[in-house]
């Protein structure tokens, strides 16, 4: 072991054993792990800017000026209020249905620009029920990186994945559409279970929510109407572009960039009271971590892993395996857009003497799915998390992973199960 793999690794490790601890402030041990590996040329200086991965963080920081601004007109109390009287006051229907419209949504847009549009919403409506709302921030986590399993567009694995093997939007649902459905039920279902003292509510203070809520007039929330419509315009139109944005051949982050430039011009607001809102410990520690994960890449730790367990396979049944379970362990630990990029060349020298179209699938199931493993499995965990924060609701590392690692376990042996049967019994 030469001394930048030694340093990539101890470095990776003690940073996670911080953030795992909580002795510090995950961002703060982040920036110390990134500040090492720089300080050592682990990573060439002229590299970063390939790991930072901008595109992710650039998408992130406007997304999070478009909601703060859309904010402060009213419109999330607005939505929150509808969704609520819709739910008709039940603590349950609210948890079911936002975790239905959660995955719904990220199947179709990137799971972080969900939670940052759905958060808001969330929070707001489990004050007016009065209800603890940790259960309900976890599930929409879940929700989104489930649903973003589904399609094709859904999570940046997929994309990868499928320009890789060719593989179709309609090949993605049909194989990862009836998993993630079947694995949101099973997620609701052991969040009620792990939750039911804080979601269960007796039929008379039900009814007095219920009450509660149909008393709101929904427009009365609603602080600047005109700016309530300029925000309205400039999602729905971002909205709209992000599922043309490869056709016109722009990156997700310009088209957020865009509509985040054209509501600050739009609205005239100050742009200083909207970039101190910007959720700047979430985009610090995904800089972070996006530099100490490149260093694994980097230095082939990550590919020298993944060849190591596929010299193991023999055919498609024991691959299936071992692809899923690595990659969804994995990713609860790294970033999965390096893994899916190491793992796709592998899959692909398989080809050779197995057929590797199941695997393929099992590579996006683990990869995917992965993510709610731990609190910083995926992007939508770390900013959900940090809004929480800032709202002054704690959600710890190792409360999340005791129902995090349980949901992973599950819903990865179950999609796996699917894919067996289906392609290998």
Not at 159 to 168: C, D, E, G, V
Not at 235 to 241: H, L, P, Q, T
Request: charged share 15%; hydrophobic share 55%; with cysteine.
């Amino acid at each position: 072991m030469n001394t930048a793999v030694a340093l990539s690794i101890g470095v990776f490790l003690f940073t996670y054993t911080l953030i795992i601890s909580e002795r510090v402030h995950r961002t703060v041990a982040a920036l110390f792990g990134a500040a090492v590996i720089v300080a050592l040329k682990v990573v060439p200086w002229e590299k970063l800017p390939g790991y930072l991965d901008l595109g992710t963080l650039l998408l992130l920081i406007s997304m999070m000026i478009i909601v703060n601004i859309a904010k402060d007109s009213g419109l999330f109390e607005y939505l929150a209020i509808k969704t609520a009287k819709f739910a008709k006051g039940s603590p349950m229907r609210v948890l079911l249905l936002f975790s239905v419209v959660t995955a719904v949504v990220s199947s179709v847009l990137d799971n972080v620009t969900t939670v940052l549009l759905l958060t808001p919403m969330l929070l707001y409506i489990t004050r007016l029920m009065g209800v603890n709302p940790v259960p309900y921030l976890l599930a929409e986590i879940f929700a989104s990186n489930i649903g973003g399993t589904a399609t094709l567009i859904g999570d940046p694995p997929n994309i990868m994945i499928a320009s890789a093997a060719k593989l179709s939007f309609l090949e993605f649902l049909s194989n990862m559409g009836p998993i993630a459905a079947l694995d949101l039920m099973l997620t609701v279902v052991i969040i009620y279970f792990a939750y039911r003292k804080s979601i269960t509510v007796s039929e008379g203070e039900r009814r007095g929510i219920e009450a509660a809520i149909e008393n709101l007039d929904e427009n009365e929330v609603i602080r600047d109407r005109e700016l309530f419509r300029k925000s309205v315009v400039v999602i729905m139109g971002v909205i709209a572009f992000f599922f043309i944005h490869d056709r016109l051949e722009l990156p997700p982050a310009a088209v957020a960039m865009t509509g985040a430039s054209l509501l600050l011009i739009w609205s005239g607001i100050e742009p200083t009271e909207v970039l101190e809102k910007v959720e700047w410990t979430a985009i610090f520690f995904f800089a972070g971590l996006f530099i100490i994960v490149g260093a694994l890449v980097e230095t082939g730790v990550i590919d020298g892993v993944a060849q190591w367990l596929l010299g193991y396979v023999s055919d498609t049944s024991q691959a299936l395996v071992i692809v899923t379970w690595f990659s969804a362990v994995a990713s609860a630990i790294v970033d999965n857009i390096p893994l899916t990029a190491a793992m796709i060349p592998l899959i692909k020298a398989m080809g050779s003497s197995m057929n590797v179209y199941p695997l393929w699938w099992a590579l996006s199931l683990g990869a995917c799915l992965g993510g709610n493993g731990t609190a910083i499995g995926a992007s939508a965990n770390v900013v959900v998390i940090g809004i929480a924060d800032r709202e002054g609701i704690r959600i710890t590392f190792l409360d999340f992973l005791k129902v995090g690692a349980v949901i992973m376990l599950i819903t990865v042996a179950v999609g796996m199960g699917i894919l067996w049967l289906r392609y290998v019994g």
